[in-house]
């Protein structure tokens, strides 16, 4: 009878919230155009393939040889040639005005002093400012370097004589679950969850706070509505519309950005059902203690957004950090639900290899919310 | 007769800062007790201490057999409370209200729809059912709140400030309303700061600061009065209210419309001494005569004596 009673309680608090959030055109925009707008931003601006870097070239030497490096740069749609220079000032002013972040210089008596057999060597100045680029392009230009000088010493082999050359070694990469390596396999299964960490704690940060303020808490609590009928009458609704959500962003990466999904959605579904549980329970919690819209809004975005960003190992390796941060990245469900997403939409594997994950979502989930039960208050603030 | 709310040296404190002040007072079954005081006297904290919604720091209380400081939830199923604000939800429509409220009390089907047609009845809320509440004026609105208090039938009532802000016909009429609850055997503890209202209770109490500095019907109060009040009506009566006030026969003065009321000793002849004074200031034409006290009154009086 209790439990009737109960579930009356519930369902009647829940379909009361979806009225509102229906008739209220803000919370509308709120919850399904804005993790729309978020997911087309991010996932346009976050682009962090290293392409067409922008290089200076001082060639002092003017050879056919310097000619064929330079060439074998430029072949390639990773350097762009943006100017021909004739001293290194004119380098060092287009690195620090930001138009190239590479330069590359071929010194004097280039072809020579290697055709007289003498070591030569290629100066390559980059603008570090930006470490990850400057670390791409890095990267490019050893393997250009590498494979420029195996011609070179095949070309002299063959000019001796001596044909039919292999390298005794040759490597044959192939790379798995993101063929093309394209970032934005990696980066919109990221931004969506990111998205739904945001929107899901974003919606429910309102919905305690607004009662105080419009002062239909005081009537609410002095009926005989408990704590867990307040909490789960307004978890429910806003949790549904966060599925909701996750399948409008999960349609737009497959759709619109053509990021594979191997793997099965009801799994996934499932998992982030966990993980949207433990997230709008945080934003019910923040509204309960705030009891102001704009303190609940504004603390809500911070406390999801950031972490997600930051310690979910989504932009900087955790194992990169310090032992204590390392330690905290453990209270990020992002953290999971990323893993979880790029297991299942990338590489296909299924719920049996995600165990550790479902276990940490499932805690999180079971943790904030009973301390976002304990935080709801049914009396008047002292 | 058990009392169905009583209370002893109840107290709540805010900080430092003392809002109810040990108050004793009992209400039994079926009364309109009136709490009438002006704004921050404690009216609002009282009621809410009583509703279970505000910890009393302290004394003790119980609302119809049940403590108000361990028995919170019993209490909040058997109690209707109207706030001070209006708060049902602004959002919804009447019908949506009323639906919401109702399953909260746990009521369902048939019974609910019942009592749903009930308040709305009861409200006068006629074909208007599906509008949002928002768009209702003030009264319906008063009168909705008091209708989605009663949903699940309480023997108690709180109404806190229920007819603030409404013109007079409304709170006529929804005092007819108060005294069919009454008639019905609810038992009504209403609070407000207009005296004419608290002439409806069966007994008020007066309180200020906190504290209660009377308590008993409208018609013993008045007949309590140490004073007696004339009403003297004269020209340019703002400069003569101060002339008035200085004299020294004269315990209280009080501005009623373009009337002042004169409170003096009994059996002081304040009409001839009053009169004499007027002759020699010229002065012809006014009017005085002895009156019965009004509530204000009785309420100035035991407001100057306790020093507000």
Redesign the interface.
């Known amino acids: 009878m209790k439990i009737i ?1 109960s579930a ?2 519930i ?3 829940a ?2 919230e979806w ?2 959030v229906r ?2 055109g803000r919370s509308l925009i709120l919850s399904i155009l804005l993790p729309v707008l978020l997911l087309l931003l991010f996932a346009y601006a976050l682009n962090m393939d290293v392409k067409r870097v922008s290089v200076a070239i001082f060639d002092q030497d003017k050879s056919a040889l310097s000619r064929d490096l330079l060439e074998s740069f430029s072949n390639t749609e990773y350097f762009r040639v943006q100017r021909y220079v004739r001293n290194y000032r004119e380098i060092d002013d287009l690195i620090d005005r930001g138009t190239v972040i590479m330069g590359i210089v071929v010194p004097r008596n280039f072809e020579s002093m290697y055709k007289s057999g003498k070591h030569v060597s290629v100066q390559i100045l980059i603008d570090g400012s930006d470490s990850t680029s400057a670390t791409v392009a890095g990267g490019y230009v050893k393997s250009i370097m590498f494979s420029f000088n195996r011609d070179l010493r095949m070309r002299d082999l063959n000019r001796a004589g001596i044909s039919g050359i292999v390298a005794p070694v040759d490597v044959r990469s192939r790379v798995w679950y993101n063929e093309e390596l394209q970032s934005k396999n990696f980066i919109v299964p990221g931004i969506i969850v990111i998205v739904m960490a945001i929107i899901s704690a974003l919606i429910t940060s309102l919905t305690i706070s607004r009662e105080w303020e ?13 704590k867990y009928e307040v909490y789960f009458g307004k978890l429910v609704p806003y949790v549904l519309i966060a599925l909701f959500d996750l399948i409008i962003t999960v349609s737009l990466g497959y759709f619109v950005f053509s990021v594979p999904l191997r793997g099965s959605f009801i799994e996934l579904y499932l998992i982030a059902l966990l993980f949207l549980i433990g997230t709008s329970s945080l934003g019910i919690m923040i509204s309960s203690a705030t009891r102001s819209q704009v303190l609940s809004v504004q603390a809500a975005i911070i406390i999801t957004y950031l972490p997600s960003i930051i310690l979910s190992g989504y932009i900087f390796p955790i194992k990169n950090m310090p032992g204590i941060v390392q330690i905290i990245t453990y209270l990020v469900p992002a953290k999971y639900l990323i893993t979880v997403m790029k297991g299942i939409a990338l590489k296909g594997i299924g719920a049996s290899l995600l165990w550790t994950q479902i276990v940490f979502l499932t805690l999180y989930a079971v943790v904030v919310g009973a301390i976002s039960l304990k935080k709801l208050s ?3 603030p ?1 | 007769m058990a009392a169905t709310v009583a209370v002893e040296k109840l107290t709540r404190m ?1 900080g430092s800062f003392t809002a109810v002040n040990s108050i004793d007072f009992s209400v039994s079954r079926g009364e309109i007790f009136g709490f009438l005081g002006p704004n921050g006297a404690g009216k609002s904290t009282t009621i ?1 201490m009583l ?5 009393p720091t302290g004394g003790k209380g119980q609302v119809n057999g049940f403590d108000i400081l361990s028995e919170q ?1 019993k209490i ?2 058997t ?1 209707g ?1 109207m ?1 001070q ?8 429509t009447v019908r ?1 209200n009323l ?3 109702g ?4 009521l ?1 089907g048939k019974k609910l729809s019942d009592r749903i047609a009930h308040a709305m009845d009861m409200a006068e809320i006629g074909n208007r059912g599906d509008e ?1 509440v928002k768009n209702l004026p003030m009264g319906i609105k008063q009168r909705l709140a008091l209708g ?1 208090a009663i949903l699940h039938d309480p023997p108690v009532l709180f109404l806190d400030e229920p007819t603030s802000g409404v013109d007079p016909i409304m709170r006529r009429n929804f005092w007819e309303l108060i005294y069919n609850f009454s008639e019905a055997g609810k038992t009504i503890f209403i609070t407000t700061h207009y005296m004419e209202e608290a002439e409806h209770c069966d007994r008020i109490a007066l309180i200020i600061a906190g504290k209660i500095i009377a308590l008993d019907t409208p018609a013993r109060l008045k007949g309590d009065l140490a004073y007696e009040v004339y009403s003297f009506s004269v020209e340019n009566f703002i400069e003569m209210f101060d002339y008035i006030q200085s004299l020294d026969f004269v315990s209280e003065t009080a501005i009623f419309g373009s009337d002042i009321h004169v409170l003096c000793e009994k059996g002081f002849p304040l009409k001839r001494e009053l009169g004499a004074l007027m002759k020699k200031k010229n002065i012809t034409n006014y009017h005085i005569e002895k009156i019965s006290p009004t509530l204000e009154d009785v309420f100035v009086t035991h407001a100057r004596k306790h020093g507000v």
Do not use: N
């Not at chain 1, 419009?214 to 408990?226: C, D, K, Q, S």
């Not at chain 2, 399953?103 to 746990?106: A, E, K, R």
């Open positions: 009673h009356t309680r369902l009647a608090i379909e009361k009225i509102q008739r209220d419009r002062g239909t808490m005081e009537t609410l609590i002095t009926t005989p509505v408990r049914l009396k008047l002292e | 805010f809410k509703c279970g919604i505000l910890v939830e909040k199923s109690i409370y706030s604000k209006f708060s049902l939800y602004d959002d919804l949506e639906r919401f409220f399953s909260i009390y746990g369902e949002v989605s």
